[in-house]
């Protein structure tokens, strides 16, 4: 285990127990007091309590985010358009603070 591995823990809905299901979650230690991550996914119960279960009685995860890769293609290329647009800015800037710059002038 890496030293930058978060420690997670696991919570059973007892009300959904009650029904017969078997509801567990789990989420990492840094998030703990995010009422969101001690809902129930199934009913909505709110629960506190952490419990420890054996490796092959946690649940797999499911809900993997998968990246984006268009969007964050665009947001690349708008930060790349954006720099280069600024950096244009800057040289002219520059430019025109040393005299160089051509900039018409009518009232002359």
């Not at 299901?21 to 909505?44: Q, S, Y």
């Not at 709110?46 to 054996?54: C, D």
């Not at 984006?68 to 600024?86: D, F, K, Q, S, T």
Request: proline share 4%; glycine share 8%; hydrophobic share 40%.
């Amino acid at each position: 285990m890496s030293e930058t591995a978060t420690a997670i823990h696991s919570h059973v809905c007892m009300k959904c127990a009650e029904q017969k299901k078997n509801v567990v979650w789990m989420h990492g230690d840094d998030n703990a007091g995010v009422i969101g991550l001690h809902t129930c996914p199934e009913c909505g119960t709110i629960n506190w309590r952490k419990v420890i279960l054996p490796p092959a009685e946690l649940p797999k995860a499911k809900n993997v985010q998968k990246i984006n890769y268009e969007a964050l293609l665009g947001y690349i290329v708008l930060a790349v358009g954006l720099a280069l647009l600024g950096y244009g800015a800057f040289l002219y800037v520059r430019k025109w603070q040393d005299g160089k710059a051509s900039i018409s002038n009518s009232a002359e």
